[in-house]
T-cell receptor, first 114, second 112 residues
Framework: AQSVTQPDIHITVSEGASLELRCNYS??????LFWYVQSPGQGLQLLLK??????LVQGIKGFEAEFKRSQSSFNLRKPSVHWSDAAEYFC????????????FGDGTTLTVKP | EADIYQTPRYLVIGTGKKITLECSQT?????MYWYQQDPGMELHLIHY???????EKGDLSSESTVSRIRTEHFPLTLESARPSHTSQYLC???????????FGSGTQLSVL
């Protein structure tokens, strides 16, 4: 069975600084990878996904993520964080493109300092 | 964008009560899902449906039940709520390609 680990429970960055959120997965075949953002009191919103092809994927809100098979990682990045990015971020891995059957990580809470 | 609605947003009830959490979507999506999320924890799939009259249990065992009588409606029921059921419940659906999940805002359930 697949699994996903988000090593950082909580990250604090200053507004305007760059951001990287880590995600490591475990799955024997080609994974299907997702990043979601959850604002307080809201459901999750898809930021980006990787199924195949270019390993650097662009998402909404200026986020990008890079799939590195050798490291079993799918880290999320943003060059300049805005205060509105404060939220919880979830990485998810699936065994096919059916997003609903994904396995989710524990999440990383992002705090943005002014 | 899909619209998916969950009610109530918050629910505080006593032990032993029967409750139904409502979930509706207006995009005609066939596939719908219920997840349970404890604070600071990952989402766990507890139920899913691939269409009318189709329901399956998810990866996490749950005492709740679901029904899918209409495409747009996927309610979750607890016959006798207990404090261990206290959690956030998120409803979601996927588009035709199944590649994107659309989430509702969730129901925060507290059982006293």
């Amino acid at each position: 069975a697949q699994s996903v680990t988000q090593p950082d429970i909580h990250i604090t960055v200053s507004e305007g600084a760059s951001l990287e959120l880590r995600c490591n997965y475990s799955y024997g075949a080609t994974p299907y990878l997702f990043w979601y953002v959850q604002s307080p009191g809201q459901g999750l919103q898809l930021l980006l996904k990787y199924f195949s092809g270019d390993t650097l994927v662009q998402g909404i809100k200026g986020f990008e993520a890079e799939f590195k098979r050798s490291q079993s990682s799918f880290n999320l990045r943003k060059p300049s964080v805005h205060w509105s990015d404060a939220a919880e971020y979830f990485c998810a891995v699936g065994i096919n493109t059916n997003a609903g059957k994904s396995t989710f990580g524990d999440g990383t809470t992002l705090t943005v300092k002014p | 964008e899909a619209d998916i609605y969950q009610t109530p947003r918050y629910l505080v009830i006593g032990t032993g009560k029967k409750i139904t959490l409502e979930c509706s979507q207006t995009m005609g999506h066939d596939k719908m899902y219920w997840y349970q999320q404890d604070p600071g924890m990952e989402l766990h799939l507890i139920h899913y449906s691939y269409g009318v009259n189709s329901t399956e249990k998810g990866d996490l065992s749950s005492e709740s039940t679901v029904s899918r009588i209409r495409t747009e409606h996927f309610p979750l029921t607890l016959e006798s709520a207990r404090p261990s059921h206290t959690s956030q419940y998120l409803c979601a659906s996927t588009d035709r390609n199944n590649e994107k999940l659309f989430f509702g805002s969730g129901t925060q359930l507290s059982v006293l």
